[in-house]
């Protein structure tokens, strides 16, 4: 049996650890709220929600084509409001917190744990898209039609 040779052998090993912080946040005092970090101004409360302090009746459970014409109809501010994509809503998470829901809650009270998103999956094709999961923070995807799902509601930059 030979002995085998092994030459030019280089390894790398490429160790990264991140701590991913909760972004900072102010809160307008008009029913919206200014993410620092990104430009992007936030529905402070979800839909359906009332009152600055987000006390008034419960969140509402909306399908996708319905969450999509609530945030382009919305009047708040004096702005342009859209259904945030999955990076978007994805943002707003604190993932330091050790239990849900995984956000600012002084900043967004009352959060449900179910959001839409505006970003297509691509398990059903066209027919589905992504939502966040605010009491664990992981993403799932549903069928656009039949899902129900909280609605928050974003503008900018």
Known sequence: MKPYKIENIVVFFLFVTSQILAAPFSDNGNGTVTDLATGLLWQKCSWG??????????????????????????????RTWRLPNIIELQSILDVTKSSGPLIDTTIFPATGILYWSSTNSNSFGPTAAWLVIFSNGSVLDDLKLQGGSNIRCVSGP
Do not use: K
């Open 49 to 78: 929600q009332t009152n600055l302090d987000c006390s008034g009746s419960s969140a509402v459970y909306e399908s996708w084509p319905v969450a999509l014409t609530r945030c382009h109809g919305l009047t708040l501010a004096s």
